[in-house]
């Protein structure tokens, strides 16, 4: 999922945390010989031997990746429990277009410097390529490129929505919290705002919903922002996400196609219940979604706490959805970002496009969708989602462009196995509130993922770092 560039240069964006000198422990076993089992990151699915493990992690992406390259870089038993068919969650990167691998879940390093995420990068020998928050077009609703006068009405509406977040967040002593979009109508006056004035503050408002995933009905305007910003680029993996994903499952023990049912404790140790049987463990690291957590399909044995469950409960879980179209040819301005202002009443609909050939060299189109119509389109059937982007197109490129030779859609709220595509701050809660969904539960079970770092959640690096911290916890 992408983190936008706008909010940045307002100092109101992307942030996380520096990197952990973690890094050493995917340096043991590097040729794969240092955990039991499976030699391959994804062993076959079928009737299990349980036994008992040192250490469970369930779920195999990046997070529990993480977990588990530490633990066994400590000489601890571990193996990994995955509902898919493949490792690494919500970083998917998809072989379906040969020589063209796209990342329908995870796409960015935001921020390389001292991310660790770039140290993987780098380990893995994986290319990078910048994207760069000045290279974009804009467009307007009739599809006309924006002009000089237009362009200068887009940044001060972007500037006075920022700038009304910002006092909010000063000025609000008494902690009173309310959505991103009532403090900015607020503060704008919007009833006394023309449409054209109206459509450009949505425009900006859907910067919000990208960044962080939420509806801006949603979001907290006094929390939205609570993470903390890593410096450096933006980059791209070309060669597709699961290079990372990869050089951290190498060597462990993963089972795929095991459907965790339940997770129970006591004085003895852990026992997680699966699909295919129960499996036996010291310690377990949760590293389920929050969305996961929320729908209540894994149950708890002797119950969560009850400031877990409230986390769990008033955290939000947003949707960004992906739509590539393949073209046979480029017809599109060569920057890396397209924008598109809509009208009114088409608020949040194909506003944002990334310029997949100036990344990988190929005639392929990025349309993102976040929150409120990013679900609803997930209700759609593909040929619907299609001819919407294309709508778009067509009416900025005209309607002789070229039909998409293929495409590839994501519906992450539907996935069962993810139910949205990362969290953010709702209305109701607060920064504290993932400490707790992050607190351990006496000395056996452990939790990680995205949604439980402070600082740096919704990202990928802040997916990663929950994973060390919960296998430091185990290791010591």
Sequence with gaps: MHRRRFLTSMGLGLTGVAALGALSA????????????????????????PGRSGVIVVGAGISGLAAARYLAGKGKD????????????????????????????????????????????NKAGARM?????????????????????????IQRWRKATAQALATNQDKNEDQKDTSVRSVVERALNWPTLSNDDKSLVSFALNDYEHEYAGSVNDMSALYFDSDKKINGKDVLFPGGYHQITDLLAKGLTVRTEHVVQQIDWDSGGVT????????????VVVT??????QSGTVKFGPGLPADKQAAIG???????????????????????????????????????????????????????????????????SDAQIVA???????????????????????RWASDPYARGSYSFNKVGSTPAMRDQLAARIGDRVHFAGEATQRDSFATVHGAYLSGIRAAEEIAG
């Design 26 to 49: 995917c340096d043991n076993n590097e040729d794969g010989d240092g955990a039991a089992g499976e030699s391959t990151p994804s062993a076959p699915s079928g009737s299990s031997s």
């Design 78 to 121: 571990v193996l990994l429990l995955e509902a898919r068919n493949r490792i690494g969650g919500r970083i998917w990167t998809s072989e379906q277009w040969a020589g063209v691998p796209v990342d329908l879940g995870a796409s960015w390093i935001h921020g390389t410097d001292k991310n660790p995420i770039t140290d993987l990068a």
């Design 129 to 153: 390529v910048t994207t760069d928050s000045e290279s974009a077009t804009d467009y307007l609703a009739n599809g006309h490129q924006a002009d000089d006068a237009a362009e200068q009405a």
């Design 272 to 283: 997680v219940t699966t699909d295919k049987g129960a499996f036996q463990g010291d310690h």
């Design 288 to 293: 389920l979604p929050l969305g996961v957590l």
């Design 314 to 380: 008033k955290l939000g879980m947003g949707v960004l959805n992906k739509c590539y179209l393949r073209f046979p040819k480029v017809f599109w301005a060569d920057t890396d970002w397209l924008m598109c202002v809509p009208n009114l009443d088409k608020y949040g609909q194909w506003e944002q496009w990334i310029n997949g050939n100036r990344a990988v060299g190929q005639p392929v189109l990025l349309g993102f969708n976040a929150a409120d119509f990013g679900r609803t389109i997930e209700g759609w």
């Design 388 to 410: 919407g982007a294309m709508g778009t197109l067509k009416t900025i490129y005209g309607g002789n462009i070229p039909q998409p030779t293929d495409f590839q859609i994501t």
